[in-house]
């Protein structure tokens, strides 16, 4: 979906109350937006953890305004599978994430845990653009 006010009138349809009553955690998933206006934002708050964030930032439950009581996770679950289709953990995405020789420029090695062929390729070329 592209646009919070849809994921709303989803959370609508499932659960009752208004557009109103879902805005502000819809909105929240797609405030990193103002820093990266394509799908990439998605990697800030689209992930397992970013939904528990929501939870955490809005309580574990919302009271809509027909008076139902809807548990927060649940509407994060909706936003993210509308989004992606699945829920991906943060490392889904970290892993999809190219490093570049500048991140690893503290530790010109690589790290434990960092695939040590991404490692050299973005040695190799770092080491050819100077």
Same mark, same amino acid.
């Given at each position: 979906?592209?646009?919070?006010?849809?994921?709303?009138?989803?959370? %609508?349809?499932?659960?009752?109350?208004c557009v109103e009553d879902y805005r502000p955690l819809h909105d929240w998933f797609d405030q990193s937006k103002a820093i990266i206006a394509d799908p990439r934002h998605r990697a800030l708050r689209h992930h397992a953890?970013?939904?528990f964030m929501l939870e955490a930032?809005?309580?574990?439950?919302?009271?809509?305004?027909?008076?139902?009581? %809807?548990p927060v996770r649940l509407i994060g679950e909706q936003h993210v599978l509308e989004d992606l289709g699945h829920i991906p953990s943060f490392a889904d995405w970290a892993r999809a994430?190219?490093?570049e020789a500048w991140m690893l420029r503290g530790n010109?090695?690589?790290s434990?845990?960092?695939d040590p062929a991404i490692t050299k390729a973005s040695l190799k070329e770092a080491s050819h653009a100077h």
């Amino acid at each position: 979906m592209s646009h919070c006010y849809y994921h709303a009138l989803s959370s %609508v349809k499932r659960w009752g109350g208004c557009v109103e009553d879902y805005r502000p955690l819809h909105d929240w998933f797609d405030q990193s937006k103002a820093i990266i206006a394509d799908p990439r934002h998605r990697a800030l708050r689209h992930h397992a953890e970013g939904i528990f964030m929501l939870e955490a930032l809005f309580g574990q439950t919302i009271t809509n305004s027909d008076g139902h009581i %809807v548990p927060v996770r649940l509407i994060g679950e909706q936003h993210v599978l509308e989004d992606l289709g699945h829920i991906p953990s943060f490392a889904d995405w970290a892993r999809a994430i190219r490093p570049e020789a500048w991140m690893l420029r503290g530790n010109p090695k690589g790290s434990p845990g960092l695939d040590p062929a991404i490692t050299k390729a973005s040695l190799k070329e770092a080491s050819h653009a100077h």
